[in-house]
């Protein structure tokens, strides 16, 4: 199994405080994602990072900051939380595509976020 | 854009029945991958399958099966003989150019013994 370690596995906080959350991989691999999963939505992109400094918008990114200083670490950051952020957000890490196919997500075990 | 749709929001069976979760994808693009994932009630996600949009011939794995017709679009799980074990939570997903992940709401499935 990848080696994806997310923390913390379970955070309630009150609405308007910030929060952070780490995913750290032993992989060394480039990409690196945060997703969010909700009822009747699946999981939902929020930032993605193809290497060190380097990241890009997902498709839910509002109300969310990353930032990513070394390989193995990806911080998803909730400048100032609010209730609709309430969900379960997972890491993925994968490989880049190459010529000879695409590569499979890797997901961590998953962060419980609960906003009071 | 690409999308996928899992129209079944739940199902349930009973034990030893078979059962075929349903997935439609959308996408422009003629390189393109599709997987299943696996979430059981512990919650971590698993991996199942990958295709790619070059090789349409279905594939078996022990009870599980998928059928990827391109010409609807779909890319359908199979499971033979239920069990009681295989609840969970199944996402279809869909990349392309192995970036891009889209996932499907997801098909709770109850497997009653």
């Known amino acids: 199994d990848a080696g994806i370690t997310q923390s913390p596995r379970h955070k309630v906080t009150e609405t308007g405080t910030p929060v952070t959350l780490r995913c750290h991989q032993t992989?060394?691999?480039?990409?690196m994602y945060w997703y969010r999963q909700d009822p009747g939505h699946g999981l939902r992109l929020i930032h993605y990072?193809?290497?060190?400094?380097?990241?890009d918008k997902g498709e839910v990114s509002d109300g969310y900051s990353v930032s990513r200083s070394k390989t193995e670490d990806f911080l998803l950051t909730l400048e100032s939380a609010t209730s609709s952020q309430t969900s379960v957000y997972f890491c993925?890490?994968?490989?880049?595509?190459?010529?000879?196919?695409?590569?499979?997500?890797?997901f961590g075990s998953g962060t419980q976020l609960s906003v009071l | 854009a690409q999308k996928v749709t899992q129209a079944q929001t739940e199902i349930s069976v009973v034990e030893k029945e078979d059962v075929t979760l349903d997935c439609v994808y959308e996408?422009?693009?003629?390189?393109?991958?599709l997987f299943w994932y696996k979430q059981p009630p512990s919650g971590e996600l698993v991996f199942l399958i990958r295709?790619?949009?070059?090789?349409?011939q279905n594939e078996i794995s022990g009870r599980y099966s998928w059928n990827f017709q391109k010409s609807t679009s779909s890319f359908n799980f199979t499971i033979t003989a239920s069990q009681v074990v295989d609840s969970a939570v199944y996402f279809c997903?869909?990349?392309?150019?192995?970036?891009?992940?889209?996932f499907g709401p997801g098909t709770r499935l109850s497997v009653l013994p």
């Open positions: 295709r790619n949009s070059f090789d349409e």
């Open positions: 992989e060394n691999h480039r990409y």
């Open positions: 993925a890490i994968s490989e880049p595509y190459t010529t000879t196919g695409g590569e499979k997500l890797f």
């Open positions: 990072s193809y290497g060190v400094k380097d990241t």
């Open positions: 996408t422009r693009d003629t390189t393109y991958y």
């Open positions: 997903a869909l990349s392309v150019y192995g970036q891009n992940f889209v």
